[in-house]
């Protein structure tokens, strides 16, 4: 059976042609992304793997769908940049790789320490060897009130670990999946004092935390950002944390991210307005979409991609 990996990284390449051969498939590798100038690469496979890098147009769905391909794994959790209901109406059925959540959570956890210990600012400092003390002290977990938004594999993870810090944890969440403190979400933004974001991108959950809502929030609270950029609205997160209603916010997502993160713009002119000034606070951390990058996770990604293509394969003969 063949596979073709669009999108596929150095490392990514590496696992997928160690791993392929154990579970009898050919693998063909590209790091450009799927479109229609390489659509050619399909011809022969019926399965697809994509990363989630670059968004997946309809057109390229639907050239895919004309050489033959009926399956699309994207190595992701979340489909925000693929059309799934247009796949399914030519012909091609999608699905997500599950990974390790542990990569994300324990990313969270870090970003949540660093944005109440005033990370940034300290390290920076350092670096050009000022060791004074900051003039704003830190703050401990055990002293503050976690919102977790969306309570999935990756939102019980952060919550499991939270355990130990002794904070109190509010959850929010459409469909309550595990025993938590839930409670709605005007009630989550009012009580918290950081609110972590990991419910999935859709048209429900496009800038859930819009300027209304983030009004709401506690003065100085803290936003913490491991999902997808648009569950943010950006244009109303940037004043509120210039002006100081917000106490910080910890994202290692981005509305328009897409070209910029993953990219070296050290010589080049970056076109954000809103990543330039969010960079320019002290009390602002920003990664670029690094959270779910791990070995673990990374292998995870690889081999259950190839497992998901095996088990469409051997469901779609009875089908």
């Known amino acids: 059976m063949g596979i073709t990996i669009y999108g596929c990284g150095q490392d990514e390449a590496v696992l997928f042609r160690e791993m392929a051969p154990r579970f009898g498939v050919m693998p063909t590798i590209t790091e450009a992304a799927a479109s229609e100038a390489n659509i050619e690469l399909a011809f022969g496979n019926r399965y697809v793997s994509v990363g989630h890098k670059a968004h997946i147009t309809n057109s390229t769905l639907l050239a ?20 799934v209901k247009y796949a399914e109406s030519v012909g091609i059925s999608v699905e997500n790789v599950a990974y390790s959540p542990d990569s994300v959570a324990d990313y969270t956890l870090m970003l949540m320490l660093m944005a109440v210990r005033n990370a940034k600012t300290i390290i920076r400092r350092a670096d050009v060897h000022d060791y004074r003390l900051n003039d704003v002290r830190g703050k401990e977990l ?61 048209a429900d959950t496009r800038h859930l935390l819009n300027r209304e809502r983030i009004e709401q929030m506690k003065h100085g ?89 095996l088990k469409f394969e051997n469901g779609g003969q009875h089908g």
């Not at 939270?162 to 009630?187: Q, S, T």
């Not at 954000?272 to 602002?284: A, F, G, H, M, T």
């Open 64 to 83: 895919l769908s004309q050489v033959g391909v009926t399956y699309v794994s994207t190595r992701s959790i979340g489909y925000d940049h693929i059309d």
């Open 221 to 309: 609270a803290f936003v913490i950002n491991t999902g997808r950029g648009a569950l943010l609205d950006t244009e109303a997160l940037v004043p509120a944390l210039e002006d100081g209603r917000l106490g910080g916010a910890a994202l290692d997502v981005l509305e328009g991210e897409e070209g910029i993160f993953y990219a070296d713009y050290r010589n080049k002119p970056i076109e954000s307005e809103s990543l330039l000034r969010l960079q320019k606070l002290p009390n602002v951390l920003i990664s670029p979409h690094t959270a779910y990058y791990t070995d673990h996770a990374l292998s995870d990604t690889v081999e259950n991609s190839i497992i998901n293509c």
């Open 142 to 202: 055990r002293d503050l009130t976690l919102g977790v938004v969306g309570t999935g594999r990756i939102g019980a993870a952060v919550m499991d670990r939270l355990r130990g810090f002794g904070c109190r944890v509010l959850a929010y969440d459409n469909h309550p999946k595990i025993a938590a403190d839930y409670v709605p979400l005007d009630e989550l933004l009012k009580l918290s004092d950081i609110v972590t974001l990991h419910t999935p991108l859709n």
